[in-house]
């Protein structure tokens, strides 16, 4: 059995489903969460899905995955564009991350274009919705049979 892929979740996207719905749609966390454990299911892969929105929360998971997850999928929502220390703190476990966006950042405001995080992962899903998450799950797969 392969350690589990821990797939973290910033701050506002709890409120999935009623959020912004033209810019992220109708689905809930909990049916990103539902999708991702099914993908997970098919691929013989475990996860672990969680949301917070307490900067410092996510960074102890961060450090926590380190001896007991073989990587991250991280959303960092807004953090995403603001956090060194979220940088700082995935750039220390040395683990292999993805990084995902429901929208595509890159068509939205401006502030939105800079990611904190993109320069120190495996690569970036951003505009394929809840769909990104299977896609960075599909990823995984491909990585730790190979
Ligand atoms: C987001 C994009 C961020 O700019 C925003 O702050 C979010 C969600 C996305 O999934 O599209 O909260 O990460």
Same mark, same amino acid.
């Given at each position: #059995?392969? &350690?589990?892929? &821990?797939?973290?979740? %910033? +701050?506002?996207?709890?409120? *999935?489903?009623?959020?912004? +719905?033209?810019?992220?749609?109708?689905?809930? /966390?909990?049916?990103?969460?539902? *999708?991702?454990?099914?993908?997970? @299911? =098919?691929?013989? /892969?475990?996860?672990?899905?969680?949301?917070?929105?307490?900067? %410092?929360?996510?960074?102890d998971w961060i450090h926590q995955a380190r001896s007991r997850c073989?990587?991250?999928?991280?959303? +960092?929502a807004a953090w995403t564009h603001t956090s060194v220390a979220i940088? @700082?703190?995935?750039?220390?476990? =040395?683990? +292999?991350?993805? =990084?995902?966006?429901?929208?595509?950042?890159?068509?939205r405001e401006e502030f939105r274009h800079h990611s904190f995080v993109?320069?120190?992962? /495996?690569?970036? #899903?951003?505009?394929?919705?809840?769909?990104?998450?299977? /896609?960075?799950? @599909?990823?995984?797969?491909?990585? &730790?049979?190979?």
């Open positions: #059995m392969t &350690l589990p892929i &821990l797939i973290l979740n %910033g +701050p506002n996207l709890n409120l *999935l489903g009623t959020r912004e +719905p033209a810019t992220y749609g109708y689905e809930t /966390l909990a049916d990103v969460e539902a *999708l991702c454990h099914a993908r997970a @299911d =098919e691929l013989g /892969l475990q996860v672990e899905f969680r949301q917070t929105n307490h900067e %410092g929360q996510l960074i073989a990587g991250i999928v991280i959303n +960092p940088r @700082d703190a995935l750039a220390a476990v =040395e683990l +292999p991350v993805i =990084e995902v966006h429901l929208s595509n950042v890159h068509k993109s320069g120190i992962v /495996l690569g970036v #899903m951003a505009g394929f919705g809840s769909n990104g998450y299977r /896609l960075a799950l @599909d990823h995984f797969a491909h990585l &730790l049979r190979g």
